[in-house]
């Protein structure tokens, strides 16, 4: 079965940036869409970004500030978070055909 793990998060304060990564264990991106959720303690996870062929969505939450762009030869993409705000703090998941990675925490605080 496929698996994908999530990297990059991190402690970052306000106005930063950070490169979320989520690697495939096989190069599923390519024909499969993708999407990155959130989630903070006690709420659902909340829908970011949709990656699918050449098309990327945003959630209005983030549009603007968040970019997808994906590196084939190593089966990764990467959410890349601009101008990053206290609300941008959860865990962050990626998933694609209803598999869903570990998480990684992204934390935005002074």
């Known amino acids: 079965q496929v698996q994908l793990v999530e990297s990059g998060g991190a402690l970052v304060q306000p106005g930063g940036s950070l490169r979320l990564s989520c690697v495939a264990s096989?190069?599923?991106?390519?024909?499969?869409?993708m999407a990155w959720y959130r989630q903070t303690p006690g709420n659902e996870r909340e829908w970011v970004a949709t990656?699918?062929?050449?098309?990327?969505l945003f959630a209005d939450s983030v549009e603007g500030r968040f970019t997808i762009s994906r590196d084939d030869a190593r089966n990764t993409v990467f959410l890349q978070m601009n101008n990053l705000k206290d609300e941008d703090t959860a865990v962050y998941f990626c998933?694609?055909?209803?598999?869903w990675g570990q998480g990684t925490q992204v934390t935005v605080s002074s």
């Open positions: 096989e190069n599923i991106f390519k024909t499969l869409s």
């Open positions: 998933t694609s055909n209803n598999i």
């Open positions: 990656s699918a062929g050449a098309v990327s």
